[in-house]
Structures are given as C-alpha cells and as structure tokens.
Nanobody, 122 residues
Framework: AQQVVESGGGSVQAGGSLRLSCSISGLTFADYNLGWFRQSPGKERDGVAYIHWSGGQTQYSDSVKGRFTISRDNSKNTLYLQMSRLKPEDTAKYYC???????????????RGQGTQVTVSS
C-alpha cells in the first residue's frame, strides 16, 4: 500500500527556518510529480510548491516565492520543503501530495499524507 508521511513541522519564531520532509513508499517515486499544500482552520487548502517528476520544473505560489524551496531525492524516495524567512501567515498544516499527472497534482492529487503542523509566532 502507498504511504505518504510528512515530518519536520514545529514551532518557530518569525524570520526562522524549517525543513519539511515527506517520505513516500509503495509507488515508483521517480515517476511522480510532487507537491506541498497547506491549510489553516477555516481556510481552503492552498498549493505551496510543486516539482516535476524529472526535477527539472518547479512552481511556487506567490506568497512563498523566494522564501521556500522544494526539492526531491529520488534515491531516498523523499520530498523536501525548505522554508526560510517564515511569517506568522505561514502557520498551517502542511501536506505532501503525489500524482503522475501535473494537472491533477495541482487540483486533486491521487496521494496525500496526513500533514505536519507548522506554527510561526510573531
């Protein structure tokens, strides 16, 4: 069975950094487009960052561009999100997702984890 497990969340002060990791098993990792989403209570889920299966294309939301970096290590079946210059508005539960199709990744990814909480205090 496929498993998607996020880790690395926590509490940090504004201006700080965190690195999230997402371990994916049960599928051919290198074949999948991957992404990070986030959701706060009472708000819709937002796409944060995406990376093509080849690693050659990335996409970021305007709110995190220049501060967050998405990367993948196919040898470890792991996706990362390096978050820098964190702001209180980055507080949310962060989810990792995977899909073979880029368009589906951005809208309704086939696989998604349970999330990891990130809290940024001012």
């Amino acid at each position: 069975a496929q498993q998607v497990v996020e880790s690395g969340g926590g509490s940090v002060q504004a201006g700080g950094s965190l690195r999230l990791s997402c371990s994916i098993s049960g599928l051919t990792f290198a074949d999948y487009n991957l992404g990070w989403f986030r959701q706060s209570p009472g708000k819709e889920r937002d796409g944060v960052a995406y990376i093509h299966w080849s690693g050659g294309q990335t996409q970021y939301s305007d709110s995190v561009k220049g501060r967050f970096t998405i990367s993948r290590d196919n040898s470890k079946n792991t996706l990362y999100l390096q978050m820098s210059r964190l702001k209180p508005e980055d507080t949310a539960k962060y989810y990792c997702a995977a899909d073979r199709t880029w368009a589906k990744l951005l809208t309704r990814p086939t696989y998604r984890g349970q999330g990891t909480q990130v809290t940024v205090s001012s």
